[in-house]
């Protein structure tokens, strides 16, 4: 193993990951903010799960986000 590219390769995956989830979640909450769901003041609990099942990781990771 590579551990330079495996490195890089994680980097990578990790960025795309964070930005499409951040655009997901700002879809998502202004989404529901128009629709009257959310207020704009809440925060919200948050949690994402990273599994990879070829070396046996599932892992939750949990979060709060402010909207204000």
Do not use: W
Not at 15 to 42: C, D, F
Not at 44 to 62: D, F
Request: hydrophobic letters at 40%; glycine letters at 8%; a negative charge.
């Amino acid at each position: 193993m590579n551990e330079d590219t495996f490195n890089m390769e994680i980097r990578k995956y990790l960025k795309i990951v964070g930005v499409t989830s951040q655009r997901e979640i700002e879809h998502a909450v202004l989404k529901a903010v128009e629709a009257g769901k959310l207020n704009g003041s809440e925060t919200l609990e948050i949690k994402m799960t990273l599994e990879a099942p070829a070396v046996g990781i599932s892992h939750c990771i949990k979060g709060k986000i402010a909207l204000e």
